[in-house]
């Protein structure tokens, strides 16, 4: 059975840190693009960052950039969210996905809260 478990979230003062993190199990994630989506109450999920299933490429929502960067462990089975400078917008529900590369396979974590106070 697919995994996937987030940790890391918490209450964080504006221009604090924090880092996520998403251990997959339940087979090996080397073939998956993985990464996060966010959610804050009353608004859609969006997307934040991924990156690609070689460790190289990474693309991040545009709102992100230069503050939260993506990485990953593939001998972990593990991604991760490295959040600096950060906002009290950035204030949601963090989710990690994996999706298989050249499929519509995905799976989803069952999330963890990131709240950032002014």
């Known amino acids: 059975q697919v995994q996937l478990v987030e940790s890391g979230g918490g209450l964080v003062q504006a221009g604090g840190s924090l880092r996520l993190s998403c251990a997959a199990s339940?087979?090996?994630?080397?073939?998956?693009?993985m990464g996060w989506y966010r959610q804050a109450p009353g608004k859609e999920r969006e997307f934040v960052a991924s990156i690609r299933w070689g460790g190289v490429s990474t693309t991040y929502a545009d709102s992100v950039k230069g503050r939260l960067t993506v990485s990953r462990d593939n001998a972990k089975n593990t991604v991760y969210l490295q959040m600096n400078t950060l906002r009290p917008e950035d204030t949601a529900t963090y989710y990690c996905f994996a999706g298989k590369v050249g499929t519509r396979e995905e799976h989803w974590g069952q999330g963890t809260q990131v709240t950032v106070s002014s």
């Open positions: 339940g087979r090996t994630f080397s073939r998956y693009d």
